[in-house]
Structures are given as C-alpha cells and as structure tokens.
C-alpha cells in the first residue's frame, strides 16, 4: 500500500534520526548518558555481522518499562558506521498509531522510498523496530524478513518480556534471539551514579560460589578468599546508598535525580502505562476491571504472600478474573509469582508469593500509603524483591530452574533448584538467625543453606549453611 504521508514520515526519520536520537543519549548537559552492559553485548553482536554476516541477525530486546530499551537502541544506532551502511530507526507505537499501518506498510513504503525491494539491498541494513509489539504479527514480520535477505539485522525492543517469548513458535524461535533488559542492579548503579567502578571478576566468582560450591563450608572458605577485594569494594561508599538504590536506583531515570518526589512520579508513570498501554494489548479488560489492577497492586505490596480467594472478596472481584489479573501483571513484567515449593497439585491449592519486579516498584506504593518509617517497617520485604530481582535475572542464563518457596509457617524464602539439587535461600534484616532455614533444610535436605542479611560472613558446620551479608549478595 503505497501511503505518501507515511513516506514522508519515514524519510523525515532518515533525516533527522541523528539528531533526536542524540537526544534520547544524552543529558541536558550534552553528555551522553551511561551504557549499560548489555549494549557492549549487542554492539558485539552488531560487529560481528557487519565483519562475517553472523548470526544472530534478528534480536529482539524485551524488559520492564522504564529499564532503558529505547536509549539502548538508539545508542547502538548511533554506534554505527554511517558509511556502506543503510540504517532506519522507527518507533513502532508512533508509526502505527499515527497512520494506523501495520511493520508491512512501514517496510513496503520504505522500499519505494529508497528505489529496492530488500532483498536487492546489497550492503549491510539495520532496522531499528522501538516497541515492536504494537504491530500483532510483529514475529511472523521478523522471520519473512529474516528470510529475505543475509543482509538484514534487525534490533527491537518490546515489553512484557513473558508475552513476547509466548508469540512466537518454534520456526520464527529460530531466527529470533532474545538479549533481555533488566532492571539496574547495584554495580551498574554505583557505576552510573558515582563513578565507582566494579573489581573485575568478584560478581561473578560471588555468584559461583553461592549456586555451584559443594558444601557449605566451601561457600564460607571460597567467599573469604574473596573478601579483601569485596571490603576495598565498598571503602568509601555510603552507608545509605543500599537504601536509596532499593528505594529508586533499579530504574536508569533516576541515577542523576537526587529529587525523590520526581523519581516516586517517574515510576508511578510507568505503572500506569504498564495497566493501561501494555496489558490491555494482550489481555480484554474491561475498563472497570483495569481500573482496579492498580487497587491489586497496592495491596499487594502490604504483603508477600496472596491469597486470590481472599483478594477476589476484598476487592469483589470473580477468582478467575482475579487469576487473570494476577497472570497479566506477571507477564507484563510488573510482579514475579513465587510458587509453593512441592507437587503441582498442592501448589494449586496454597498461595503464590509475588515479588514486585523491582524494589522500588514495591516502594512506590508503600510510600503512597505513608511517608515516616516507609523503609524500616518493610525493610525485608524491599529486600525479598531485591534478592528475587537478582535471582530472576542469574537462574535463567543456566536453564532447567526453578524458584520456588515454602509456604509452611516460618519456612524460607526461596528454594532454588538447579541442575537437580537444592539451595535454601532465607533473606532477613538485622542479625538473622537460622530458625526458618532449619524447618525447610529439614524438609527438602538441601545442598546447603544460605542467609542473606546485614549479618557478618559467618558459617555454621551444624545447620550446613552460610549467613552472608547483602552487600556480599548485591555484587553479583
């Protein structure tokens, strides 16, 4: 369909790509804004095809709003050689909303724009696809263009990350790679905000020792090898920094704010788009029942573990709706559902636990509902969300994992099962002692057990665990 407005969009596009996108990377200073690690992933990616015409050529890049998609994208765009290259870099949400066009469109005017079909494009092509799925058949697009041409590679963004994977069949899975964006975790924040630079290998041989040692007592010996580098990490940084960063440091918006007032409206603003932009592409609420997800998730941010009988009753909503509800916000990337540990047949029956994707999330509605104390009185609840942020970005690099909990009175927190053996996981304030760990080790007989909180390193040859401290646990 030959549309001479959106033409005319395209190329203003292709002209002006330079400059607004070095808008969107850098301050109002001019600086440019930090890059997150995974932009030195994709840029290697892109390298690699513009040398040999590897693979992967299409990646998609999903993650929670507000982490950081767009400006990675047009950091990479601006990257880029300019010469013997041929770049477009569209916003899909404004494109289809604007001309009310499907990726189709967007591509078959880009073709007449520029004289060739895509196919007969003979030097490298970069598409930059920003939300990519507004346009519903957004996978069975990447893989006929895919198909088209060994000269093609394609960098999207979309979010709900669960969504997106559940799209796409196992043809276009393979020629589509996923690179997910997280939220910020502690060292990119203390990187971006302070200067402070990380010591090379210590995250990563932390998070070895804590998923893949023998025993216990070779997480204890293997982790004070480490600590000398782990104390000169933190020399000089400030105490309340943990705090601030739990409180608003997991989203890239905040790092150069010191006005909390903004950064608590920053995140409420990508709540709201979360329920009313995101969700309602997937999923058909009606408006009434969107209205009342926001309700959900301030209760639920009161508590860990939910029961959707009695949420449905409080909140005099249909338990399948509510279930609805609760799978939306999962798959939206909003929340985290933490299962009961055991048979699939009791997990039905017992209530999940949700973590709020990011701390702050969890903080942006406790702080709705006071303002003196926020932080002390759910202090291991921010926390909880915290540990669970990290594990939900490691366990899935390992494959056939689980995380679950136990949902007996004063069980742990977390049981991590990887590679067919457990670990116990308990995550406290103060000095945490070993009472819920013992009831689940009991239970499930673990590798070992692990505690995290502001306790000292410290192990425990009788409970076979380790009590590790958070500044420890937040390096990896």
């Excluded at 380790?466 to 500044?471: A, G």
Aim: aromatic letters at 12%.
């Amino acid at each position: 369909m030959k549309n001479k407005e959106l033409q005319e969009y395209i190329q203003s596009q292709i002209i002006q790509s330079q400059k607004r996108l070095k808008g969107l990377t850098h301050d109002l200073q001019s600086n440019p804004l930090f890059k997150r690690s995974a932009f030195l992933v994709l840029r290697k990616y892109a390298t690699d095809f513009l040398q040999k015409r590897s693979e992967p050529r299409v990646i998609v890049m999903p993650g929670l709003r507000g982490t950081g998609k767009t400006t990675l994208l047009a950091q990479l765009f601006l990257s880029l050689p300019n010469e013997n290259v041929t770049k477009l870099y569209l916003s899909v949400d404004e494109a289809i909303k604007r001309f009310d066009v499907s990726l189709w469109d967007i591509v078959e005017n880009y073709e007449e724009l520029i004289g060739k079909r895509i196919e007969e494009i003979n030097t490298p092509l970069f598409l930059f696809f920003d939300e990519i799925h507004y346009d519903e058949k957004w996978a069975l697009f990447l893989k006929t263009i895919y198909d088209k041409s060994k000269n093609v590679m394609i960098f999207c963004t979309g979010s709900a990350a669960l969504l997106l994977r559940e799209q796409i069949n196992a043809d276009v899975a393979r020629r589509v790679f996923f690179v997910d964006i997280y939220p910020v975790c502690f060292a990119e924040y203390m990187l971006f905000k302070n200067g402070k630079f990380t010591i090379k290998g210590v995250g990563k041989n932390i998070q070895d020792i804590l998923l893949f040692s023998e025993t216990a007592k070779d997480v204890f010996e293997k982790l004070q090898k480490e600590e000398e580098k782990i104390k000169k990490y933190w020399l000089g940084i400030d105490t309340l920094e943990i705090q601030r960063y739990i409180k608003f440091g997991t989203f890239p918006f905040t790092l150069k704010s010191e006005n909390e007032v903004m950064a608590m409206s920053f995140i409420a603003q990508i709540i709201n788009k979360v329920i009313y932009t995101d969700i309602p592409q997937f999923y058909k609420f009606e408006i009434e029942t969107l209205n009342r997800i926001d309700k959900i998730l301030y209760l639920i941010s009161d508590t860990l573990g939910v029961s959707a009988t009695k949420l449905s009753e409080a909140l005099e909503i249909k338990p399948d709706t509510l279930r609805l509800i609760l799978k939306s916000l999962e798959n939206s990337g909003l929340i985290s559902r933490i299962a009961p540990h055991g048979a699939h047949f009791k997990q039905v029956k017992k209530p999940s636990k949700y973590l709020f994707a990011t701390p702050s999330l969890r903080f942006s509605y406790l702080s709705a509902r006071e303002s003196i104390g926020i932080f002390d009185n759910y202090q291991g609840s921010l926390f909880e969300d915290t540990v669970g942020m990290y594990l939900n970005r490691i366990l899935p690099k390992f494959g056939g994992f689980s995380l679950t909990y136990d949902v007996s009175e004063g069980g742990a927190d977390f049981v991590i099962s990887l590679e067919k053996q457990k670990i116990v996981m308990e995550v406290g304030v103060g000095k945490k002692g070993y009472r819920q760990i013992i009831k689940t080790a009991d239970k499930i007989k673990p590798k070992y057990s692990l505690i995290i909180s502001n306790n000292e390193l410290e192990y425990s040859e009788e409970y076979n665990a380790v009590k590790i401290p958070l500044k420890y646990f937040l390096l990896i």
